[in-house]
């Protein structure tokens, strides 16, 4: 890999992209935020895309609960928007990497999702995802490269770990749901693994698809404020559990949003570490969740 582009540079995981892509002197790398470059854009994402090798994706849409009176705006970034970067990818020879979620599956399993698992979203940004995916997959089957991810926390940007470190300063104790299950995923040790992908990928060692991008075991939203609430060194006694139905939303959420990670041994990469190792290892680099550092 040569030239990058990545795209949505200016979010959380784009940030943390561009550390990983920092450390490797190989690399001529673009970054394109939100205000430089509209993947809604037709002509302007060819132009972007156009001399590289390889384009990371996490430009999207992520206001799920905005989407649900918003769908067809939704849309036109997390489906349209993602058509017209794989059309240039198709067309100039680029590999793309493109994040997806979750979201894109009813989560009333019980059995984690495996990459070829049926999709059914429950909600509108859902749906607006998976509209991404199949133009991924319409447009790329040999080159295109999906990765799902959930529960994404990092140092960049507004995330669940930040929200609950923010408010163990307000408030004495936090109700916190304990009946959805996930993969806490910190956005630096997953962007670390969409590069080893890209390098992969135009190698010709990984085969193009779908990969799930989160973290390995499972916990919920409570089990994950109680660990953040711990390595800050706040008392996790702090943390009640408490139901979803505590919490109303205008999207609906999956409960059960386990994915499996068989596919990563495809291209001779291993699943993405336990979320207790990574949690721990968020808290001790020199970029923690904010606002930790001032706690």
């Known amino acids: 890999m040569t030239r990058a582009l990545v795209t949505g540079a200016g979010g959380m995981l784009g940030r943390d992209l561009l550390a990983v892509l920092a450390t490797r002197p190989d690399l001529t790398v673009t970054a ?7 993947i809604t854009d037709p002509r302007a994402v060819r132009a972007a895309v156009t001399g590289h090798d390889v384009v990371f994706n996490t430009a999207a849409w992520t206001d799920v ?8 705006e939704a849309t036109a970034v997390n489906g349209d928007g993602v058509a017209h970067l794989a059309r240039a990818c198709a067309d100039t020879g680029a590999r793309l990497v493109h994040l997806s979620t979750d979201y894109v599956f009813a ?3 019980d059995t984690p999702y495996a990459e070829d698992a049926p999709t059914d979203p429950v ?10 995916e199949r133009a991924v997959v319409r447009f790329l089957p040999e080159t295109g490269y999906l990765v799902r991810t959930a529960w994404l926390y990092g140092a960049h940007g507004p995330n669940f770990v930040a929200t609950m470190l923010r408010l163990a300063g307000q408030r004495e104790h936090l109700d916190v749901v ?17 590069v ?4 992969a990928a135009l190698a ?6 779908i990969y799930h991008g989160t973290c390995s075991g499972r916990t919920t939203w409570y089990g994950l404020a109680r660990a953040a609430f711990a390595l800050a060194g706040l008392d996790p006694a702090r943390i009640r559990p408490t139901t979803s139905d505590r919490f109303p939303r205008p999207a609906a959420r999956p409960a059960y949003s386990v994915l499996g990670h068989d596919r990563w041994s495809a291209a001779g990469l291993p ?6 190792d990574t949690l721990s290892d968020a808290f001790a680099s020199p970029n923690p969740p904010a606002p930790w550092k001032a706690a």
């Open 107 to 109: 989560g009333d399993g």
């Open 271 to 276: 699943p993405l570490p336990d979320w207790h």
């Open 204 to 209: 010709g060692r990984a085969p193009a698809g």
């Open 123 to 132: 909600n509108a940004y859902g749906r607006s995802k998976l509209a991404g």
């Open 32 to 38: 394109a935020t939100r205000a430089e470059l509209d």
């Open 178 to 194: 304990d009946d959805q299950q996930g993969q806490p995923t910190w956005s630096y040790a997953l962007a670390d693994r969409l």
């Open 65 to 72: 609960d905005g989407a649900e009176q918003a769908e067809a």
């Open 196 to 199: 080893a992908l890209a390098d």
